[in-house]
């Protein structure tokens, strides 16, 4: 009776295997599928328009002399700003609430709103943005403004990611650098840091794509959509590429389409780019470790 019973609870539980094991596969194929349609479709009608001349060129109202040039300069400019910024930032608050912080209730408060402000939709951000930089500091519609709005936006994601590799380093290597007669600096720089490393660029290169990907806030802020002069400083007018795409894309031209889809291929490129330079940088640091 017991061996009956014991063959009827195998079979229960390899019949919910393995509708768990095809509901999992089908989650993923239904996601591979979608993207891989996405990309042909996206390959398909810009692949042709993408040449030398659209890397170059600046806007224009002709689809054939339209390029990309003005908006990948933009977003170059705004992540020479915001990367550094929002790195410095977010890991100096991650050490200063792990390492330094006392475990009150005060802290709990703040590392609970930090993680909050990580899901507000990012139009928040903007309008943000919006009133502190552009108008009560008077940056205008500059690229100053749309780099601390994106700060802004990226700070928390930084800041969890930081926390949660600092987290993941053992007390026993703290301990033993204290032992050795380290001090409380000493210890965050020698030990935690660079064992802390690959998490916290893992961390920060993925907020920094999803900086060069937002469009809303900068649209917000005040960013132009048309734009055929380079900026020369913090406080000239700019355009990004996800702006630039879009505004491509809902010209009623259809040259305008196969344009934004040579667009997109470009913002597809630098961004899985970053999301390599992570993969690499984390393998890297994690082998030394």
């Known amino acids: 009776m017991k ?3 014991a063959e009827r609870q195998m ?12 509901l999992f596969l089908s989650s993923t194929l239904f996601g591979v599928v979608a993207l891989g349609m996405l990309l042909i479709q996206i390959l398909s009608d810009g692949l042709g328009w ?21 908006a990948i300069a933009g ?22 609430l792990e390492e330094y912080a006392k475990k009150n209730w005060f802290n709990r408060f703040i590392q609970t709103n930090i ?18 930089f552009v108008r009560v500091f008077g940056f205008g519609k500059s690229v100053l403004a749309g780099s ?50 690959p998490g916290i660029l893992t961390g920060s290169i993925l907020s920094f794509s999803r900086a060069v990907g937002e469009t809303a806030p900068l649209i917000v802020v005040g960013a132009v959509a048309y734009i055929t002069t380079l900026p020369s400083g913090v406080f000239d007018k ?38 390599a330079i992570a993969i690499f940088l984390r393998n890297k640091y994690q082998k030394k470790n």
């Open 50 to 70: 993408l040449n030398w001349d659209f890397l170059t060129n600046n806007a224009s109202r002709k689809a054939e002399r339209s390029g990309i040039k003005a």
């Open 238 to 275: 700019f355009t990004v590429m996800p702006i630039q795409i879009y505004t491509w894309a809902n010209l009623p031209q259809e040259e305008f389409h196969h344009v934004a889809a040579a667009g997109i291929i470009v913002l597809l490129f630098m961004l899985l780019s970053m999301n």
């Open 148 to 197: 601390l709005t994106m700060t802004l936006l990226i700070l928390p994601i930084i800041i969890v990611a930081s926390q949660e590799a600092i987290k993941a380093i053992p007390v026993t290597q703290r301990n033993a650098s204290f032992a050795l007669g380290a001090n409380r600096w000493q210890t965050i720089i020698r030990v935690v840091l660079p064992s802390a490393l």
């Open 115 to 132: 993680a909050n402000l990580a899901g507000v939709p990012s139009i928040v951000y903007g309008l943000l943005g919006l009133t502190i």
């Open 3 to 5: 061996q009956l019973d």
């Open 75 to 96: 977003t170059l400019w705004m992540m020479s700003i915001t990367a550094p910024l929002s790195f410095i930032i977010g890991v100096s608050t991650a050490i200063y």
């Open 11 to 22: 079979k229960r539980r390899k019949r919910k295997n393995t509708i768990f094991h095809v």
